[in-house]
């Protein structure tokens, strides 16, 4: 399944999910840009850390290009830089309805915006957007989580009609609840007792490492990974 010669863009990497991501593309031969505020390259070789708010276009595409300008491509972006507040849409603070919104919504866009056209000089371009089983359905207690994660979806499912014909696969990777440090900063909604019997950040990992290692001739539009606590919701 080597990754050998691929360079791979990553946000949201300096913990939990992307970190994960990032271990197992790096361990598979890939050179990562590793994009995250506090832009930690983990210690990984063939890693470059990059300080990136991906709130900012500016600093997105410029996160992109010093990847490219390191490494020489760019052939995989994996967007899952995001945040979570669990309250009913009445009792959500406004700046967190706001965080919700930029990071996970206009993040991936402005990483898909910015990753595209060397995804496409690449010619085996991937794609792949960290969504949610919330961006599947909605769910209580998390209107504009779900909100941002159904935009995050549409986006990648649209953007695989016009990237398809470029050779770039696009796919929606929607976990289930995933044990990490997502929304267990104070006032976001989540206690440390609740991460019991979650799948794990390296679970999710292997299953975007799965979706970008198929042979070129097809793709996963979306893989949805449950823990055995949850149920499916139908
Ligand atoms: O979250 P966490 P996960 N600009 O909190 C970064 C989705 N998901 O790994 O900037 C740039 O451990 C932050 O880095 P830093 C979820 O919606 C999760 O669990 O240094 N980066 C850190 O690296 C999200 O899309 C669960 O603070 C920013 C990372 O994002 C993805 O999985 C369930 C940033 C967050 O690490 C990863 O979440 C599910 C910014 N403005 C979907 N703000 C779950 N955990 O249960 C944050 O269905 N980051």
Sequence with gaps: MGLEGKVAFVTGASRGIGAAVARALSSEGASVGLASRSGDDLGLENALGLLCDVRDLVQV??????????????????????????????????????EMIDVNLKGTIYAARASIPHLIASGEGDLVTVASEAGRRGLPGEA??????????????????????????????????????????????????????????????????????????HRILEAALRPMTEPSWG
């Design 61 to 98: 595409e410029s996160a992109v290009a010093r990847t490219v300008e390191r490494f020489g491509r760019l052939d995989v972006c994996v967007a899952n830089a995001g945040v979570g507040s669990y309250h009913a849409l009445v009792d959500t603070p406004v700046e967190h309805l706001e």
């Design 144 to 217: 504009v989580y779900c909100a941002s994660k159904f935009g995050q979806v549409g986006l990648t499912r649209a953007l695989d009609h016009e990237l398809r014909e470029h050779g770039v696969r696009c796919t929606n990777v929607c976990p289930g609840g995933v044990a990490t440090d997502f929304a267990l900063e104070d006032g976001y909604g989540r206690t440390p007792d609740l991460l019991e019997g979650m799948m794990s950040a390296e679970d999710v990992a292997e299953v975007v490492l799965f979706c970008i290692t198929r042979p070129r001739g």
